[in-house]
């Protein structure tokens, strides 16, 4: 049996070989084998939802737990669907920018949504 390497870029140990190419279903890259991969500049974070799946600019998600906001008597409850998240550079553990309905724009972690269909 033929030993399949780890992703190239997100380190995804479920790749697979098709013909004479590497994939990568968790993130989508596709690579030759014995071929350095392609550098991308700068280099994608990958972000998922709490369920693993993964974040692109645009997508719609769903709250899964009541979230408390900081200087306001009210939370943010469970499923409380946000359309068009920005993916953003980590700041305090937030990686979303999005337009929360009733609350506006704030910043969110991933682990508190899931995609939504």
Known sequence: MKNIPNC?????EFT???RDLYICPECGYEWKENKEPETTT???TIIKDAFGN?????DNVTIIKDIKVKGSSSAIKVG???KGIR???EVNGHN???KVPGFGSMLLKSEVVKKAN
């Open 8 to 12: 190239t870029r997100c380190g995804s």
């Open 16 to 18: 697979y070989e098709d």
């Open 42 to 44: 700068p280099t994608e």
């Open 54 to 58: 993964i974040l692109k600019d645009g």
């Open 80 to 82: 409380v669907k946000i």
């Open 87 to 89: 993916l953003i550079e």
């Open 96 to 98: 979303i920018e999005a």
